[in-house]
């Protein structure tokens, strides 16, 4: 008997427990069935592929969650503290908020679905957030609601309402509620690169040993020729024979048989990289931090803003009412592209920031990775700078003194 596991922790059910309800298969416009299994993990296993997801989602999980409150226009922090502590700090108890991010990221990066369950305490509160990593989902309905099942690799089953999911999709064309499978396109990739990568392990492999034939220069018994043979491969053609050279007398002449293994050239093997690096919108300098200003800002604009477009609508949407967005409430994800950008760049924005009022002392000190000072939350602004309807009524005031000097002086 289970007592405790993170299946009960999660979903405040036993595994063990029978799901009475009938649910029926929800068939959408265009797919009578929707089933999606979770992505082979070959694809996942191959190292340039690992490092594409891995770069996105360290770059990913640097987005910084912001519960906000949009009101005629202005933008301030939201009253929900306990919900902006969980977002920042813990979503749940598994995991810290840079590896829940990550998480997210690896599994939408890696099936192109990535489902997050929203735990809610008596009152309604979140309490936790969950990235499901499912075995097979599917969408199903009951009494004119949308429900997802998921299946385990332990063999458990839950069922959960689509509004209690926060569901991100890439590649969401061809299906109405999945997004397409990386096994459509990028196996065929990944196949080739693990072709190339397994022929250049054999030809590394076959080099360490000496291959050839033994002619002896006298008549032998066969079990003494099968004797000599035997002897000659355990002294010279194993992993002990780091050298790769074999010692011979007049009895015996050693003919090496050459191999010739044919291998993709560099440029064969560029192309396939860059195919799948541009399967996940990436470049060789994000992959290996070499990047500058441009290039951060690029990327940033590229793959990590409409990501954390995607996180921000659907958090709100699945998280707060209708009547609460309608109030304003918000969760955004923000980066600090500054950080990234040259020191001259730097300072030549808060020069021109700083005087208008945009940013505090602290915010600049931010840029530079700094830490923050007492007082630091103020604004400054220049004097040359003034509001524009106390110019306009500066200036009526101006040309109304000067009319009444012109009319005096004809009087």
Known sequence: MIL???????????PTDA????????????????????????NYQNLFVRVCIDSLAENGAKLRPRVIRRTDG????????????????????????????YKVITLWGNENNAFIYIKRDEQGNVAGLYPV?????EFVEQAGMLFVRFDFMTGFRVVVPYEELVHLRRFFGPSDLFGESN????????GLLNTVNAGFAAAVNSARYLRGILKFNMNLKDDDLAASKQRFVDEYMTLNNSGGVAALDTRADYIELKQNVTMADNSQMKLIREDIMAYYHTNENILLSKYDENGWSAYYESVLEPLAIRLSLELTRKIFTQREQALGNQIVFEANRLQYASTQSKINLLKELMPMGLMSINEGREVFNMAPVEGGDKRIISLNYIDADKATEYQMLKNKGKGGEKKGAEG
């Open 74 to 101: 202005q933008q301030a922090p939201g009253n929900n503290k306990k919900l902006q502590q969980l977002l920042e700090y813990a979503p749940n108890e598994y995991m810290n908020a840079y590896e829940f991010l």
């Open 133 to 137: 990593n499912y075995s097979d989902c």
């Open 19 to 42: 799901i009475s309800e009938e649910y029926a298969r929800f068939m959408s416009l265009n797919n009578s069935v929707n089933l999606l299994s979770a992505a082979d993990s070959r």
């Open 183 to 190: 096994e459509v396109t990028l196996s065929q990739q990944v």
């Open 4 to 14: 405790r596991n993170m299946f009960k922790q999660i979903f405040n059910k036993n």
